[in-house]
């Protein structure tokens, strides 16, 4: 079955940097466009970057335009996200999802990954 699991979060002060990785099992993770997410205490989750099944085409929430880095490594069935430059507004859980298939210009949005991991926590303190 399809397993995604998070790791990489912790606690960082503002301008900080952390990486996170999604480290996937269960499927054919290269034919799978892979998303991350982030649901911060009282608020709806939210897309913050997604990358092509190769890798090739990636985009970005513009709350973190610049500062993020989506990437992925295929023949480790790895996922990362990249933040610099990190606010106290990008504390949340952050998640990672995967999808054999999202409609163009819908890779940001929550309802259209089938699969989610448990989220590891990012809070960064001013």
């Known amino acids: 079955q399809v397993q995604l699991v998070e790791s990489g979060g912790g606690s960082v002060q503002a301008g900080g940097s952390l990486r996170l990785s999604c480290a996937a099992s269960g499927?054919?993770?290269?034919?799978?466009?892979?998303?991350?997410f982030r649901q911060a205490p009282g608020k709806g989750r939210e897309g913050v970057a997604a990358i092509s099944s190769g890798g090739g085409t990636t985009t970005y929430a513009d709350s973190v335009k610049g500062r993020f880095t989506i990437s992925r490594d295929n023949a480790k069935n790895t996922l990362y996200l990249q933040m610099n430059s990190l606010e106290p507004e990008d504390t949340a859980m952050y998640?990672?999802?995967?999808?054999?298939?999202?409609?163009?210009?819908?890779?940001l949005l929550?309802?259209?990954?089938?699969?989610?991991?448990?989220?590891?926590?990012?809070?960064?303190s001013s």
Not at 117 to 124: H, I, P
């Open 110 to 124: 929550v309802n259209e990954y089938t699969y989610w991991g448990q989220g590891t926590q990012v809070t960064v």
């Open 27 to 36: 499927y054919t993770f290269g034919r799978y466009i892979m998303g991350w």
């Open 95 to 107: 998640y990672c999802a995967a999808d054999d298939w999202v409609s163009g210009g819908r890779w």
